[in-house]
């Protein structure tokens, strides 16, 4: 009986307790949670003669393989940009690396394949073939169901672009400093986006006005093979933050260079100055290597404000090797400073694996501590 009794009262007292639950439940709601995101950021894709060939096959041409196994940690981020450092004039001119580079259309297959989501198009690059090869790359990867901006056909789609993910709108923006001397046709200056701080102070005020919440400013800039960067990029950086951009993309020295962390009117920006080369031929110093720089976003369900909660990076590294007399290529992810498994990639050894992860987080680290990326559990 006096089991029963106190089994009764147990439920009872459990009962009184959901019953005040729910009642502080009603007086109070739990605030609602944040909106929160991923964005991950490479640097240049280049598209060098050799890895053409390379890509070769009967019937045409299949990339996928230089990306087999970075493709994980491109396609679990929310967003992924790259920047695309060719055009895709298509065959009515012959393929061609440097100096001036057409590409065939299934590089975006690859990297469609690896998870970019958005393409940069603005570089030293984008006119090299010209007029007609600007307005066929951007068709081309709109076709294959990328977002970009940098370069355009027409001054409307020379803007920017906003995307919505999870809750928060996203401004992405591209210029780039020159074009190897290859003069944008006359009276049409949409074609490739040149960087141009008032023009670019403008275009930022523009996205806003559309809804961008958080702008994201792709620069191709800076001096070639330098890991320290030059007055020019340190002066436009200050300028394209103050005019509203919270973070900035950069590339084109071929090999990276710091990120910095900036106050601007007491807000945290960002300042990544090169993420270097992230797949080519390259093999001067440093320019096999490359950097994936992930970027969490928060936005407060109250009060709106987004603040960049976590910068972390991923250093990779080009691995160049011959199977059955032809070149093969791989980027090789490299999440740990001690040498992983190294059977998946050919001809790579323990010692380069260490040294590059040393050079990349040197520089990367080299004003500012950033953790090597984790992939979530
Ligand atoms: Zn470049």
Known sequence: MLVLFLLLSACQLV???Q?????????????????KLTIAAIGDVMMHE??????KTKNGYDFRKFFKNVQPYLSSPDLTV???ETTLAGTSKPYSGFPRF?????????????GVDVITTANNHSNDTGEKGIIRTFTTIKKKGFMMTGTAPTPEQRKGIVIEKNGIKLGFLSYTEHTNGLPVAKGKPYLVNLINPAKITKDIKELKQQGAEYVLVSLHWGTEYQRTPNPFQKKTATQVLQAGADVILGHHPHVQQQ????NINGQEKLIIYSMGNFISNQSDPYTDQGVIVYLDIMKDAKTKKIK?????????????????GKSE?????LPTKKAGNLKAYPGFTKKRWEKSWNDINSIITKTESFPVFAPKP
């Open 19 to 35: 019953a005040d639950e729910q009642k502080q439940k009603k007086s109070s709601p739990p605030p609602p949670p944040p909106s």
């Open 50 to 55: 050799p890895q053409m060939k390379s890509g």
């Open 308 to 324: 960049l909660t976590k910068t972390s990076f991923l250093p990779t590294v080009v691995n160049k090797y011959k199977k059955s």
């Open 82 to 84: 790259a920047n695309l």
């Open 259 to 262: 990120i910095e962390k900036v």
């Open 102 to 114: 057409n590409s065939p259309d299934q590089i975006l297959d690859a990297l469609k394949y690896a």
């Open 329 to 333: 290529y791989q980027v090789v992810p």
């Open 15 to 17: 009962q009184i307790d």
